[in-house]
């Protein structure tokens, strides 16, 4: 993480106002203590630095620059603090004011502290973030593309990539974004030890194709997956263009996934043995690697410790790609990212009378999975989704899942007239059995609302204010991945007391979308 993300996000955890308190609190404090050094900045004799040497070794700027007769015996300190304020604190202030949506605030201040920042990277990064929100495109793409030339900043090229894909002008923006979206493995916390990523192989792999554009036909490749649970299911038709090229292709989803990938293969296969799928391979361990031997040169087949375990173990591959690079790697057009399918089975349903059994929606409504390094949150209000059906024929199944928040469990409650079935959901296999009798899915931007866009169950999905680039851009949100899907923006701004006053419209418009998909 950033040194000045890190320093913003101690505070965080509290809450984004109250972050936002504090360091008001800092700067009154640090504005206090270079008042007093201001005003106990009496003038002291300067002493030339380099008095001791001859004028002929002095540096030419000092011999060439008039000397000072005296100086502030406290100017060092009034420089170090001002410039920790210009630096670090105004723009954390910036920052938070952007993430408690005052953004007119933000973009004034970050616009007084540009001449204070010419060299921080990373303050043009997050001035970045708040020009792209603001719908101020080529000026944060300007200050992205700064940003990174200060100082290679993966971060600032990251949210650029995130940017053009959300625009989507053309399909030269959409391939500069898939560029830039690389940007994003650089970025993989050590903490993430769930992860399976290795970027020594992710460059092999980048020069075998380099050297050779067709360096993955007829070859083994061992795809990961190292993102989210939705990534996974929305990158997935990507497997059938690299299935076409790759001799075999052994899919390694999240452990969560393995069951839900492989019983939907498993199918495919049995009702179409030769179809695009038929030399995909879902595993759940590591297979064999290829040991680079720094020694003699050559590359030598060893089976690591942890590897000895493993079922799966008949498996070696070429080259290791995950499963997000693949539409860059493979030079994946967007047409064919539509047209390619996932290796999903379309979701059964048995006719049913209407009469007797009402119809049952779905509801999805809050997630901690990205817990403090999401700034602008994706949970929705459940008042909002239960508004929308005050005295309706339908009836509401929750699929919440309790997730792990500091190792414990999170505590909320799902009200006594919605049937709770995310109680009983152990992965992603068990959610789409539980599905078979939804008629439809409401959920805010999750890995739930990816698996019903993908397995044909009539998805909306509600958005905030500033939503993920998946979805289409800020004005029309539409999304390009998903052109069948229902979007709902609701006013996701927490910050004040008239939210459900204000959402009055989202409830109305998602009773309406419900009304036309179930009537």
């Given at each position: 993480?950033?040194?000045?993300?890190?320093?913003?996000?101690?505070?965080e955890?509290i809450?984004?106002?109250?972050?936002?308190d504090?360091?008001?609190?800092?700067?009154?404090?640090?504005?206090?203590?270079?008042?007093?050094?201001?005003?106990?900045?009496?003038?002291?004799?300067?002493?030339?630095p380099?008095?001791?040497k001859?004028?002929?070794e002095?540096?030419?700027?000092?011999?060439?620059?008039?000397?000072?007769?005296?100086?502030?015996?406290?100017?060092?300190?009034?420089?170090?603090?001002q410039?920790?304020?210009?630096?670090?604190?105004?723009?954390?202030?910036?920052?938070?004011?952007?993430?408690?949506?005052?953004?007119?605030e933000s973009?004034?201040?970050?616009?007084?502290?540009?001449?204070k920042n010419?060299?921080?990277?990373?303050?043009?990064?997050?001035?970045?973030?708040t020009?792209?929100?603001?719908?101020?495109?080529?000026?944060?793409?300007?200050?992205?593309?700064?940003?990174?030339?200060?100082?290679?900043?993966?971060?600032?090229?990251?949210?650029?990539?995130?940017?053009?894909?959300?625009?989507?002008?053309?399909?030269?923006m959409?391939?500069?974004?898939?560029?830039?979206y690389e940007?994003?493995?650089?970025?993989?916390?050590?903490?993430?030890?769930?992860?399976?990523?290795?970027?020594?192989?992710?460059?092999?792999?980048?020069?075998?194709?380099?050297?050779?554009?067709?360096?993955?036909?007829?070859?083994?490749?061992?795809?990961?997956?190292?993102?989210?649970?939705?990534?996974?299911?929305?990158?997935?038709?990507?497997?059938a263009k690299?299935?076409?090229?790759?001799?075999?292709?052994?899919?390694?989803?999240?452990?969560?996934?393995?069951?839900?990938?492989?019983?939907?293969?498993?199918?495919?296969?049995?009702?179409?043995?030769?179809?695009?799928?038929?030399?995909?391979?879902?595993?759940?361990?590591?297979?064999?690697?290829?040991?680079?031997?720094?020694?003699?040169?050559?590359?030598e087949?060893?089976?690591?410790?942890?590897?000895?375990?493993?079922?799966?173990?008949?498996?070696?591959?070429?080259?290791?790609?995950?499963?997000?690079?693949?539409?860059?790697?493979?030079?994946?057009?967007l047409?064919?990212?539509?047209?390619?399918?996932?290796?999903?089975?379309?979701?059964?349903?048995?006719?049913?009378?209407?009469a007797?059994n009402?119809?049952?929606?779905?509801?999805?409504?809050?997630?901690?999975?990205?817990?403090?390094?999401?700034?602008?949150?994706?949970?929705?209000?459940?008042?909002?989704?239960?508004?929308?059906?005050?005295?309706?024929p339908?009836?509401l199944?929750?699929?919440?899942?309790?997730?792990?928040?500091?190792?414990?469990l999170?505590?909320f409650?799902?009200?006594?007239?919605?049937?709770?079935?995310?109680?009983?959901?152990?992965?992603?296999?068990?959610?789409?059995?539980?599905?078979?009798?939804?008629?439809?899915?409401?959920?805010?931007?999750?890995?739930?609302?990816?698996?019903?866009?993908?397995?044909?169950?009539?998805?909306?999905?509600?958005?905030?204010?500033?939503?993920?680039?998946r979805?289409?851009?800020?004005?029309?949100?539409?999304?390009?991945?998903?052109?069948?899907?229902?979007?709902?923006?609701?006013?996701?701004?927490?910050?004040?007391?008239?939210?459900?006053?204000?959402?009055?419209?989202?409830?109305?418009?998602?009773?309406?979308?419900?009304d036309?998909i179930?009537s």
């Open positions: 993480m950033r040194p000045i993300e890190s320093f913003w996000r101690l505070y955890k809450s984004e106002q109250k972050s936002l504090i360091f008001y609190e800092i700067l009154e404090k640090l504005q206090m203590i270079l008042q007093n050094l201001k005003s106990t900045n009496t003038q002291i004799p300067y002493i030339y380099h008095l001791h001859k004028n002929s002095q540096p030419l700027f000092d011999r060439l620059s008039p000397n000072p007769k005296t100086i502030g015996k406290n100017d060092a300190k009034i420089y170090q603090i410039n920790y304020i210009d630096c670090m604190i105004l723009p954390g202030i910036a920052f938070y004011l952007h993430s408690l949506y005052r953004d007119k973009l004034k201040l970050y616009k007084e502290l540009e001449s010419t060299h921080n990277s990373d303050f043009w990064s997050f001035y970045g973030d020009l792209w929100h603001n719908r101020f495109y080529q000026e944060a793409y300007n200050v992205f593309m700064k940003s990174n030339a200060i100082s290679q900043n993966p971060n600032a090229l990251f949210s650029c990539s995130k940017m053009l894909l959300q625009l989507l002008d053309d399909e030269e959409y391939m500069e974004g898939l560029a830039l940007n994003r493995l650089a970025l993989i916390r050590d903490d993430k030890k769930d992860l399976v990523f290795s970027m020594p192989h992710y460059k092999a792999l980048c020069n075998a194709l380099k050297a050779d554009e067709n360096a993955l036909r007829d070859k083994v490749i061992f795809v990961i997956s190292e993102q989210g649970y939705g990534d996974t299911i929305m990158f997935s038709p990507a497997l690299l299935c076409q090229i790759a001799k075999k292709v052994l899919f390694m989803p999240q452990s969560s996934l393995f069951r839900l990938f492989d019983y939907a293969l498993e199918s495919i296969k049995a009702k179409e043995p030769n179809s695009v799928f038929k030399n995909l391979h879902i595993i759940g361990s590591l297979p064999k690697d290829t040991i680079y031997d720094n020694k003699d040169g050559k590359y087949q060893k089976e690591l410790e942890f590897q000895k375990q493993s079922a799966r173990l008949e498996y070696g591959f070429d080259y290791v790609a995950p499963i997000c690079s693949l539409p860059y790697l493979l030079k994946m057009s047409d064919e990212w539509l047209a390619l399918p996932r290796p999903l089975v379309p979701i059964k349903r048995e006719p049913k009378s209407r007797k009402p119809p049952k929606i779905a509801i999805f409504w809050h997630t901690n999975s990205s817990g403090n390094y999401e700034r602008f949150k994706r949970d929705c209000p459940l008042e909002i989704i239960t508004n929308a059906f005050i005295n309706s339908y009836s199944v929750s699929f919440q899942v309790r997730e792990k928040v500091n190792g414990k999170e505590d409650i799902v009200p006594t007239f919605m049937q709770n079935r995310g109680e009983n959901l152990k992965d992603w296999q068990d959610t789409f059995e539980s599905l078979s009798d939804i008629d439809m899915i409401i959920s805010i931007d999750s890995a739930l609302a990816h698996l019903g866009l993908s397995i044909g169950i009539p998805t909306l999905v509600l958005l905030p204010l500033k939503f993920d680039w979805w289409g851009n800020i004005e029309y949100p539409k999304s390009p991945f998903y052109p069948h899907a229902h979007l709902v923006v609701f006013d996701s701004n927490p910050h004040d007391s008239k939210m459900l006053k204000r959402n009055k419209s989202t409830s109305q418009k998602i009773r309406k979308i419900a036309e179930l």
